[in-house]
């Protein structure tokens, strides 16, 4: 189906002192991205109201090229969209792999990495942010990484609960990477031993109730055969006694 497709480079073109924050949610294997967009001009607001489709791969995000109004097919998953007042977000969960290709990210970052290594997830950026040369109305952006899992090292400015941020802007933007490592073991060790998370713990209980039943059981059998079997032969001693 084809739809009319106005990118997101359209919005900060059109826009003054635009401010953004990106947010990732680390959950699991799942990595819910969303990138919230503030207008403030009534010109903006009139922007934020159009329809939006931005592709999620940063493949065919920059395969797109043309007049942005003409109608082209996307063939691969779309950001969610939703305008709130002069707020405009787009969303979308990822796995772990698949982030690696996202628009948003490619959008400031020439490159990003998001990959296992040994026990940690490695999160890490170039130096440079791209967006403040590509599009000037820009003036800041704020990014914000949430997990549950151990952090072992970072460089964020500063933190909020589970919260790694980052607040990047025009001055800054030349060696502003974003590094982080986390641990990727944790939840696994903890499941097995937090209150809350204790199914595998009362599984190996039960299992080891049910073979002391089954070793009672058959200790029972046991003697039980070997007493019919002493006595039948006491019985028979007797009788050849008797004859």
Sequence with gaps: MKKRIILLIMILLLTTGCTS?????????VYQEKVNIN?????????????WQIPIDKDE???????PSSEIKITGDTYSYNVSGNNLT?????????LNNSTAISICYDKATIANYEDSIVISTSSKVTC??????????????????SVTSHNADSVNG???????????????SINMIIN???????????????????????????TLYIF???????????????KKIINKNNDEMDD
């Design 61 to 67: 995000y920059n395969n797109i090229s043309g007049d």
């Design 132 to 149: 403040f040369n590509k599009y000037p109305y820009l003036t800041s952006i704020k990014v914000n990484i949430t997990t549950d899992k």
């Design 184 to 210: 990727n073991q944790e939840d696994d060790s903890q499941s097995q031993i937090t209150p809350g998370n204790n199914t595998n713990i009362e599984s190996e209980n039960k299992s080891k109730d049910y």
């Design 21 to 29: 924050e990106y947010n990732l949610t680390i959950d699991n294997n």
């Design 162 to 176: 589970n919260t790694y941020i980052w607040n990047i802007n025009k001055g800054n933007s030349t060696d502003k």
């Design 39 to 51: 207008g403030i001009t009534s010109d903006e607001l009139s922007n934020l109201n159009r329809d």
């Design 90 to 98: 787009f969303n979308y969960d990822f796995t772990r792999s698949t």
């Design 216 to 230: 009672c059981v058959i200790l029972l059998i046991v003697l039980l055969l070997g007493y019919f079997i002493f």
